[in-house]
């Protein structure tokens, strides 16, 4: 197993684990739950942020800046499939 393999496998493991407290967070029942969940959240968070950051660091997960022109493009192509749907 390389880094690249681990970060992201750590990255996958985080995203759930936010998951999980996100809807802990969101349920809770009383004010000490809500606080638990509310902290586990901000730190898991952080802690999926600083991986994101590694693995860019690393050159694992390049962000590249998208053309205006294919934005407008994916939103005219998405907007004519949910007019397709809502004609059914």
Sequence with gaps: MDDKYLMENLMFGSKV???LYMHGFIESTNEK????????LQDTAKMHY????????????????VEESKIKQTKQK???????????
């Design 17 to 19: 684990i936010n998951d």
């Design 78 to 88: 998405l907007e004519s499939s949910l007019k397709k749907e809502n004609e059914k």
């Design 33 to 40: 739950v809500f606080g638990a969940f509310t902290k586990a």
């Design 50 to 65: 600083e991986i994101f950051k590694s693995m860019e660091d690393s050159g694992f997960y390049n962000m590249k800046n």
